[in-house]
């Protein structure tokens, strides 16, 4: 079975500093994993994606992710927040081996950056 | 926008109802999904289609719900004899899956938010 945590529900940062959000997940194999971001009243985005290669993927709105496979955790990043970056953070993981169809999610983080 | 779109986008309803949502996803996607999500939980796989062909169903999903997808279009997601434990809201997303590919994201509509009272 395919599961993720998030552990925090909230993180708070100042405008202009760094922002990590945590992600880590259990899958059987070489997992599928992605980070979404929903603003209030609108659907999900997608935001960025590992599926192989490099651990540091790159994505939207200048976030990035570092996969590391030792610690099951694909936490998210930027180097510098934005007040328009507050927002409800969700982490996928999807499990090639067993299940291409299905994407497990994490029960969110709400980010906010205060000016 | 050719987005994905949900359709009602909230709906009220009486314990013991028949509710229908309808989702259009992206026009040359393949895949279409449902999840259902409540507040302070992140979305929760129900149903998914690729085509018209309904691959797989969660044990979440009672015989009280069905969905379809009968031209591998738009889907519906029925839910009968509703009960107040239905209250949610109901995502549709839909992707471009290409031969045994499973790297793709998925694009999400606004959702449906149904009420049962």
């Known amino acids: 079975a395919q599961s993720v945590a998030q552990p925090e529900d909230q993180v708070n940062v100042a405008e202009g500093n760094p922002l990590t959000v945590k992600c880590t997940y259990s899958v059987s194999g070489n997992p599928y994993l992605f980070w979404y971001v929903q603003y209030p009243n609108r659907g999900l985005q997608f935001l960025l994606k590992?599926?192989?290669?490099?651990?540091l993927v790159k994505g939207s709105y200048g976030f990035e992710a570092e996969f590391n496979k030792s610690q099951t955790s694909f936490h998210l990043k930027k180097p510098s927040a934005l007040v328009s970056d507050s927002a409800l953070y969700f982490c996928a993981v999807r499990d090639p081996g067993t299940n291409a169809g299905k994407s497990t999610f994490g029960d969110g983080t709400t980010l906010t950056v205060k000016p | 926008d050719t987005g994905v779109s949900q359709d009602p986008r909230h709906k009220i309803t009486k314990r013991g109802q028949n509710v229908t949502f309808r989702c259009d996803p992206i026009s040359e996607h393949n895949r279409l999904y449902w999840y259902r999500q409540t507040l302070g939980q992140g979305p929760e796989f129900l149903t998914y289609?690729?085509?018209?062909?309904?691959?797989?169903k969660s044990r979440l999903l009672s015989d009280r719900f069905s969905a379809e997808r009968p031209k591998g279009s738009f889907s519906t997601l029925e839910i009968q004899r509703t009960e107040q434990g239905d209250s949610a809201m109901y995502l549709c997303?839909?992707?471009?899956?290409?031969?045994?590919?499973?790297?793709?994201?998925?694009?999400f509509g606004p959702g449906t938010r149904l009420t049962v009272t």
């Open positions: 289609f690729q085509n018209e062909a309904q691959l797989e």
């Open positions: 590992y599926i192989t290669g490099d651990n």
């Open positions: 997303a839909s992707s471009l899956v290409i031969g045994t590919q499973g790297g793709y994201e998925q694009y």
